[in-house]
């Protein structure tokens, strides 16, 4: 069960854990007694999520280390950090994405490599960095990675993200089976419709945006960070031990409710 030490000692890598869904499952990790490290390329965001831990769990520790994901040197930098700050590396969460709506045929290759690099060449070299960390040491450890619902219908509109993220599922399922041999369980959270203002900068601007958005989830609400950081929690934890390839989707029956012929108002 969830006690407040579940975490106690171990150290988690969120990229992107400055703002967002990144920053409520660090601090959920906080909170649980883990040390948190925040890795995303804005000094700003890292230093407003460092402050907002610091205000929810005071003396958590906390390391933030400008990262960007896109770049595999400055991965093994952060993680190489983050181990002589803390020892070891137990968790590590993909969280780090970008996105934007854009017709497929007006996509230009800059834009569309620009989410590709992000979501799924970011996700795998962390990966890769904190594998590699947790082989060599032994210990083994959990890797979550942030998807989207849209995994598993596709997203007219968001083709790049589309792609990435399930790219970013089958190396989850690809990792799961090549690193349990080495006690690295694999596994992700496809969320739907989540309150964050990242995201609706880039995806739902307008009111008429978010109310149609609502009207396509079956419970008729937006889920919360706190929900994300909820299922997150579970599966880097020990109450998830036997599960590793695994997804766990977070978006109050949104993508089945696409099937209800209009028998649901
Ligand atoms: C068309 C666009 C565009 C847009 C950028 N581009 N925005 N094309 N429409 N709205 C194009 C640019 O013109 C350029 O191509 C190329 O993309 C790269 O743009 P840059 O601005 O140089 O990229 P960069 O500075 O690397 O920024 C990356 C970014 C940016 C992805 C474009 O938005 C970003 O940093 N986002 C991070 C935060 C974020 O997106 N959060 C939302 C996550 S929500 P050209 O050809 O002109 O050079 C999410 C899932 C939600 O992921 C799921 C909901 C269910
Ligand atoms: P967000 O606040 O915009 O989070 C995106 C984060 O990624 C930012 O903290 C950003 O920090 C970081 N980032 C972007 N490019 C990076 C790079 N190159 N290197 C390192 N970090 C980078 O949006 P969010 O809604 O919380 O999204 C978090 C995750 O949830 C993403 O994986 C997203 O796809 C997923 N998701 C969100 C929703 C939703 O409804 N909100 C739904 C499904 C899935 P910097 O700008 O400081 O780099």
Redesign the pocket.
């Known amino acids: 069960m969830f006690t407040a030490d579940l975490l106690a000692g171990q150290t988690a890598i969120i990229t992107g854990g400055g703002t967002g869904l990144g920053l409520a499952t660090a601090q959920r990790f906080a909170s649980l007694g883990a040390n948190v490290v925040l890795a995303s390329r804005t000094e700003l965001h890292l230093a407003d999520g460092a402050a907002a831990i610091e205000a929810a769990v005071p003396g958590a520790p906390v390391l933030t280390v400008v990262t960007d994901v896109r770049n595999p040197e400055d991965v093994d930098a952060m993680v190489s950090e983050a181990v002589s700050r803390f020892g070891r590396v137990d968790i590590l969460i993909n969280n780090a994405?970008?996105?934007?709506?854009?017709k497929a045929e007006?996509?230009?290759?800059?834009?569309w490599n620009?989410?590709i690099n992000?979501?799924l060449n970011g996700s795998f070299y962390c990966s890769r960095a904190v594998g590699r960390h947790m082989i060599a040491n032994g210990h083994g450890g959990t890797i979550v990675s942030i998807l989207?619902?849209?995994v598993w219908t596709g997203s007219a509109g968001?083709i790049h993200?589309a792609a990435a993220k399930a790219g970013v599922l089958s190396m989850t399922q690809t990792l799961a089976v090549e690193w349990a041999q080495h006690k690295i369980r694999v596994n992700a959270v496809a969320?739907?419709?989540?309150e964050?203002p990242?995201?609706a900068?880039?995806?739902w601007a307008s009111e008429a945006d978010v109310a149609r958005i609502t009207d396509m989830v079956p419970l008729k609400r937006w889920g919360k960070p706190s929900e994300v950081a909820d299922a997150v929690t579970f599966l880097v934890s020990p109450l998830s031990n036997y599960i590793t390839g695994d997804v766990l989707t977070i978006d109050g029956a949104a993508w089945l409710g696409r099937g209800t012929f209009g028998f649901v108002s």
Not at 97 to 102: D, E, I, L, Q, S
Not at 191 to 194: A, E, Q, V
């Open positions: 994405a970008g996105n934007f709506v854009c007006d996509l230009s290759p800059n834009g620009a989410v992000i979501v989207a619902n849209y968001t993200s969320p739907g419709p989540i964050s990242g995201a900068k880039q995806l």
